[in-house]
Structure formats: structure tokens, C-alpha cells
């Protein structure tokens, strides 16, 4: 009788070859930087967004305290008559002194400052405007500020607001 010989012939399938191996490296490579990316996009987008509402808020607060500062307002000692100035000094109705200024980066009301220690405020103006015609209306002030703030990875964001207050005679 003859017996058969089976010769195993090795599986073309049993292995990744080399170029194979290098491909999935190659592709797995790519699929971590486009997550290392868009992980840096969000990081980056969120602290941006957290600093614009930072922004918002200090600017809100500083012209809620001016607003606050302006109420009961008899006299107003600067600016001058349809006049701008950096300061606002007036007299209230009780007599107290009210004195807004800009010292070095800060807001201040009476020498004490009113903004966050990480918003700087970069400007600070007051326009009164006197109607010298019609004597019975209300003095207007407009108060313009400019507010900035520094992200994490150190950009340089910035935000302007304003207020107008009329004062009561």
C-alpha cells in the first residue's frame, strides 16, 4: 500500500507581514494626533470662553457700582460742563464725597478698589453733558470702561462697556 504524504503548506493568512504592522502603526498614529488636536481645540476654547465671561461680569459690576456710586448725586465737582474727564467727583445730597478714579489697574470708589486683581481696567472716561438752554433737565453722564484679562495660555482679551446716568436736580 502507498501511503499518502501531506506536506503542510505554510498559511498566507497566520501573520501580519511588515508593511502591514507599519500601515496600522501609521494609521493609529494619525487617529491620536487628530484627538491630541481637538482635545487642545476644546482645553483652548474653553478657557477663552470662561475669560470673555469673566469679562462680561467685571464690566457688568464695575457699571453697577458706578451707577450705585452716581445715585443721590447733588453737585458734580469734575468733569467740568460738557467736559470729559478720567475722574468723577461730585457731592452727594447728604453731603458725603464720592470720588471715582483709575489708580494703576484698578477701579476705585473712594481710594478702594472695586475690580477683580485679574481684570485690569485699561480705561476709564466721564462725559457730563449740561444743557445750559433748558435749565430744568437732568445733567447726563456717560461713563465708558475698558476692561482686560489674560487666559491661561496668555492671550489678551478685551471688552469695552458704557452707562449713561442723568442726575436728578
Same mark, same amino acid.
Given at each position: 500500500?502507498?501511503?499518502?504524504?501531506?506536506?503542510?503548506?505554510?498559511?498566507?493568512?497566520?501573520?501580519?507581514?511588515?508593511?502591514?504592522? #507599519?500601515?496600522?502603526?501609521? #494609521?493609529?498614529?494619525?487617529?491620536?494626533?487628530?484627538?491630541?488636536?481637538?482635545?487642545?481645540?476644546?482645553?483652548?476654547?474653553?478657557?477663552?470662553?470662561?475669560?470673555? +465671561?469673566?469679562?462680561?461680569?467685571?464690566?457688568?459690576?464695575?457699571?453697577?457700582?458706578?451707577?450705585?456710586?452716581?445715585?443721590?448725586?447733588?453737585?458734580?465737582?469734575?468733569?467740568?460742563?460738557?467736559?470729559?474727564?478720567?475722574?468723577?467727583? $461730585? @457731592?452727594?445730597?447728604?453731603?458725603?464725597?464720592?470720588?471715582? $478714579?483709575?489708580?494703576?489697574?484698578?477701579?476705585?470708589?473712594?481710594? +478702594?478698589? #472695586?475690580?477683580?486683581?485679574? +481684570?485690569?481696567?485699561? *480705561? #476709564?472716561?466721564?462725559?457730563?453733558? +449740561?444743557?445750559?438752554?433748558?435749565?430744568?433737565?437732568?445733567? *447726563?453722564?456717560?461713563?465708558?470702561?475698558?476692561?482686560?484679562?489674560? @487666559?491661561?495660555?496668555?492671550?489678551?482679551?478685551? *471688552?469695552?462697556?458704557?452707562?449713561? *446716568?442723568?442726575?436728578?436736580?
Amino acid at each position: 500500500m502507498i501511503e499518502a504524504k501531506h506536506h503542510h503548506q505554510p498559511n498566507a493568512c497566520a501573520g501580519a507581514t511588515l508593511i502591514e504592522t #507599519l500601515m496600522y502603526i501609521g #494609521l493609529f498614529g494619525l487617529v491620536v494626533t487628530g484627538v491630541v488636536a481637538s482635545a487642545y481645540v476644546l482645553i483652548e476654547t474653553s478657557d477663552r470662553n470662561q475669560t470673555k +465671561v469673566l469679562l462680561e461680569e467685571e464690566s457688568a459690576f464695575l457699571l453697577a457700582k458706578i451707577a450705585l456710586a452716581m445715585d443721590g448725586v447733588a453737585s458734580v465737582a469734575t468733569p467740568s460742563a460738557n467736559a470729559s474727564a478720567p475722574v468723577f467727583m $461730585a @457731592t452727594r445730597f447728604d453731603g458725603s464725597a464720592v470720588a471715582l $478714579a483709575l489708580s494703576g489697574d484698578a477701579l476705585t470708589l473712594g481710594g +478702594v478698589p #472695586l475690580n477683580n486683581d485679574d +481684570v485690569a481696567v485699561r *480705561r #476709564l472716561t466721564f462725559i457730563r453733558t +449740561v444743557d445750559a438752554s433748558n435749565p430744568s433737565s437732568p445733567e *447726563r453722564i456717560d461713563c465708558g470702561v475698558e476692561v482686560r484679562a489674560r @487666559t491661561n495660555t496668555g492671550a489678551i482679551l478685551e *471688552r469695552s462697556a458704557t452707562t449713561t *446716568r442723568y442726575l436728578r436736580k
